[in-house]
């Protein structure tokens, strides 16, 4: 069966820097657009970047532009968030999610997420 | 930037009662891509419709979409109480593909 696993949160200062990671099963990867999406403690999503099924195509939103970069290994069905200058507005629960073969789409899969804490 | 706009915020109803929720967009939204999701607490989202108003595989037929352009609706025809959660709506035809802000589903 499909199944995204979301790996690399954890606790970090303000301007610190993570790598999340997803690794995922039970599709061919490399068919796929991929997203990363996040919710703030308490709150409602919020889409933060798509990446493309050969990685050529990248979307981020406003919010995080210049300091997080989204990147695929399809070889080894991955997908990655790295994110530099973390600030403490990017606390939240990060998922990945699999959208269209054709586009960034609606996502019919998650994983459960990885929780990114940024405080001093 | 399209922004979407969910109402209302909470909407309090028993099971068996219809449901109606409404997702508004400040711009057209380009060939209907539009999805709304139920999420249930400690649980990631569940994608229940996408380009407005296709129902996702298993999911009941009690849910429906309907919409265009800048007007889209989540209807669940009887309510189960399993249907009780957050509900979000998000357009994917252009980036940023912003959700909506939640409509709370709750007995």
């Known amino acids: 069966q499909v199944q995204l696993v979301e790996s690399g949160g954890g606790l970090v200062k303000p301007g610190g820097s993570l790598r999340l990671s997803c690794v995922v099963s039970?599709?061919?990867?490399?068919?796929?657009?991929m997203s990363w999406i996040r919710q703030a403690p308490g709150k409602g999503l919020e889409w933060v970047s798509s990446i493309s099924s050969s990685g050529t195509y990248i979307w981020y939103a406003d919010s995080v532009k210049g300091r997080f970069t989204i990147s695929r290994d399809n070889a080894n069905n991955s997908l990655y968030l790295r994110m530099n200058s973390l600030r403490a507005g990017d606390t939240a629960l990060y998922y990945c999610?699999?959208?269209?073969?054709?586009?960034?789409?609606?996502?019919?899969?998650w994983g459960q997420g990885t929780l990114v804490t940024v405080s001093s | 930037e399209i922004v979407l706009t969910q109402s209302p915020g909470t909407l309090s109803l028993s099971p068996g009662e219809r449901a109606t929720l409404s997702c508004r967009a400040s711009q057209s939204i380009s060939s209907s891509y539009l999805a709304w999701y139920q999420q249930k607490f400690g649980q990631a989202p569940r994608l229940l419709i996408y380009?407005?108003?296709s129902r996702a595989t298993g999911i009941p037929d009690r849910f429906s979409g309907s919409g265009s352009g800048t007007d889209f609706t989540l209807t669940v025809s009887r309510l189960e109480p399993e249907d009780f959660a957050v509900y979000y709506c998000q357009m994917y035809g252009t980036s940023p593909y912003t959700f909506g802000q939640g409509t709370k589903l709750e007995i």
């Open positions: 999610a699999r959208g269209k073969s054709y586009a960034p789409g609606s996502y019919n899969y």
């Open positions: 380009d407005a108003s």
């Open positions: 039970g599709f061919t990867f490399s068919d796929y657009y």
